[in-house]
């Protein structure tokens, strides 16, 4: 009795497609890495990207990053939208700064101010050194080291290592003030800005909370993300149907990148 499995010639092919590509990932990742850290000693941690530079003097910044932040590679969707869509007069909301990448080319293109909200505190030098860098005047930013919330409460985050995995977690020795969307628009004048997001599911507390701050949001660059409420969790294309209701408009769509116009706005200039 034989008890070995026999595979039919599609199934083999289907197999050695599976291993060429993992194996391919891999080799990408090592060369990225290997390329990254030639990089970071070149240029000595300020890395040139766009006409601007980004600093990552952080252990929190791997090399794979560094190299994909020199190659045009770093934030791509986020980058090309808001060089896309990006109004020059309207002031701006960034929740999840990370690196300062995406708010330097916001800035480049306002002539506004941007409110940045940065959850992870061992970020914040890197921002601050990376407007300095690029000449930013101090009166054009203003950095919060808070966590987006449906309310004010403390909060727990993680780094978990990395500038780009760092999310909120049940418990954490790092406590971190949550503030709602609400409070932040507090700190901007004007009736209408425009919000840009990437904060790993976080925006569900501005999306599914009841709050009046999208109202005044006349634009929305938001990389969305599966993720749970009070209990109840929510696919991508559930959050999509959300912002829909709340009388925005899909304009454009890369991966898990969108661009929403607010209809009761009228279009942007």
């Known amino acids: ?132 860098l690029n000449l930013v005047a101090s009166e054009q930013y203003q950095i919060l080291n808070c966590a987006l919330s449906h309310k004010k409460q403390a909060l727990y985050f993680s780094d978990k290592g990395s500038n780009e995995l760092g999310k909120l977690v049940e418990y954490s020795e790092n406590v971190i003030q949550g503030i709602p969307l609400e409070d932040v628009t507090k700190l901007i004048p004007e009736e209408e800005f425009i919000l840009i997001s990437d904060i790993e599911g976080a925006e569900i507390n501005f999306l599914q909370a009841e709050s009046h701050s999208l109202n005044k949001c006349k634009m929305m660059i938001i990389e969305l993300h599966d993720t749970e409420f009070e209990g109840c969790n929510y696919a991508i294309n559930e959050l999509v149907d959300i912002i829909l209701t709340k009388n925005f408009e899909l304009i454009e769509q890369r991966n898990n990148t969108y661009v929403f116009f607010n209809r009761m706005n009228g279009v942007i200039a």
Not at 75 to 94: A, G, H, Q, T
């Open 1 to 132: 009795m034989e008890l070995g499995v026999e595979f039919t010639g599609t199934e083999i092919e289907c197999l050695k497609y599976k291993v060429m590509e993992k194996l391919k990932f891999k080799i990408q990742a090592i060369l990225l890495n290997w390329i990254g850290a030639v990089i970071r000693i070149v240029y000595n941690n300020n890395i040139p990207c766009q006409n601007l530079l980004i600093n990552t003097k952080s252990l929190l910044v791997n090399n794979k990053t560094v190299a994909l932040i020199y190659f045009g590679k770093y934030e791509k969707d986020e980058f090309e939208f808001v060089m896309k869509y990006l109004p020059k007069d309207l002031p701006i909301v960034e929740l999840g700064t990370s690196l300062g990448f995406v708010a330097l080319n916001a800035l480049k293109k306002t002539n506004n101010k941007i409110i940045c909200l940065e959850a992870n505190k061992k970020l914040i030098p890197l921002i601050e050194e990376s407007f300095k």
